[in-house]
């Protein structure tokens, strides 16, 4: 049933290519419909790798599957990890878990929406129903250097989702660090991830999603490099138009200096999502990755 449910996934997404960033593991070579626009019939996907301004990805973002029949019925997991923490060339804190929600399902009646192509729909996926073991916590990078926020679905095996042996430090969302994707998929018996795909935030990139960045390709400490032009007198990175690169980076992966460990608006969704919200509110310490 499943192998015949990802074959006909696969099938639907055409030619098959990493959709997660080079050199990342797990791999997923289906497209994973991803978006922040909440926008009812028409939302704008964000290109896979595509580079955003941290501020435009901190609500939870709505997901989807492709509208076929082999869709209703499966139970999904999300999973979004930060492996470039705290920087792209010091990732000792990686990967961080942004989200890690079970239980995930294509409810009856779905939101259907038109996928980019025009010809295909989406169906969203309900991920409020259910309790995430980590709520969805938007990206903070302290780094000038943007880091690869990568999103991944999953089949769930059965019915109820455990986290399995050497995970549940990360039940609630409290501990987020030191992650690893790869042995959370091997300890919890899952098959590889039957999408994904990957944006890009720093501490000050502007972009909505829509361009990648000029000279990023996705690898592990890859900074990219940017046109002076392209950084504003505030030190902002700006996406170049045509994805090409030229110049040096004046952004060399050192996070400058930590930011106060504040709790963000978007910590305290994530918190209040989180069962034992009240307790741990004390032991946050890296709010900002
Ligand atoms: C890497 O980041 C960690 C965590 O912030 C920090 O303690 C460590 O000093 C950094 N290492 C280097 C080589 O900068
Ligand atoms: C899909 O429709 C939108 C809005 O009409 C248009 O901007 C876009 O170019 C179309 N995409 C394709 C692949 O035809
Ligand atoms: C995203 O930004 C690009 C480049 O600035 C712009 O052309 C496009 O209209 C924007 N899209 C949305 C949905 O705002
Ligand atoms: C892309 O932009 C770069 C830098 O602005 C420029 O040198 C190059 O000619 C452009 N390429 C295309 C195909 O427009
Ligand atoms: C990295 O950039 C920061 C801020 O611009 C600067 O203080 C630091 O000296 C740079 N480090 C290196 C190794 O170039
Ligand atoms: C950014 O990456 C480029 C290409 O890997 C590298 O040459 C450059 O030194 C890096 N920039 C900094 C400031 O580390």
């Known amino acids: 049933m499943s192998s015949k449910y990802i074959a006909s996934f696969l099938a639907l997404a055409g030619t098959a290519f990493s959709q997660t960033p080079p050199n990342f593991s ?20 964000f290109a896979n790798g595509g580079l955003y301004d941290k501020n435009a990805v901190q609500s939870t973002p709505s997901v989807f599957v492709p509208d076929t029949p082999a869709m209703t019925g499966q139970t999904f997991i999300i999973l979004m990890v930060d492996p470039d923490a705290p920087s792209p060339q010091n990732n000792s804190l990686g990967q961080i878990l942004h989200w890690l929600q079970p239980g995930v399902k294509v409810p009856i009646n779905t939101q259907k929406v038109m996928a980019p192509d025009n010809a295909t729909t989406y169906l969203k996926l309900d991920t409020t129903s259910t309790g995430a073991i980590a709520p969805y916590r938007g990206p903070a990078p302290p780094s000038i ?9 999953f089949l769930q095996p059965s019915q109820n989702f455990q986290l399995p042996t050497g995970f549940e430090q990360y039940q609630g969302g409290n501990e ?20 994904g795909n990957f944006f890009l935030a720093g501490m000050s990139t502007e972009g909505n999603g829509s361009e990648k960045m ?22 902002t990175l700006m996406p170049t138009s045509n994805g090409t690169a030229t110049g040096t980076s004046n ?22 999502n989180s069962m034992s919200s009240l307790v741990a509110a004390a032991v946050f310490v890296y709010l900002f990755i």
Do not use: C, W
């Open 26 to 45: 797990p791999e997923a070579q289906t497209y994973f419909p991803v978006t922040y626009d909440t926008a009812e019939t028409n939302p704008t996907f």
């Open 145 to 153: 250097d943007p880091h690869r926020y990568i999103f991944m679905l």
């Open 176 to 195: 987020r660090r030191l992650f690893n994707a790869d042995q959370f998929v091997q300890a919890a018996g899952l098959s590889g991830p039957i999408a």
């Open 214 to 235: 000029a000279g990023f390709d996705g690898s592990p400490g890859s900074n990219g490099t940017m046109s002076s032009s392209a950084i504003g007198p505030d030190g």
């Open 251 to 272: 952004g060399n992966g050192t996070a400058p200096a930590f930011p106060k460990p504040t709790q963000t608006k978007n910590d305290a969704s994530s918190l209040r």
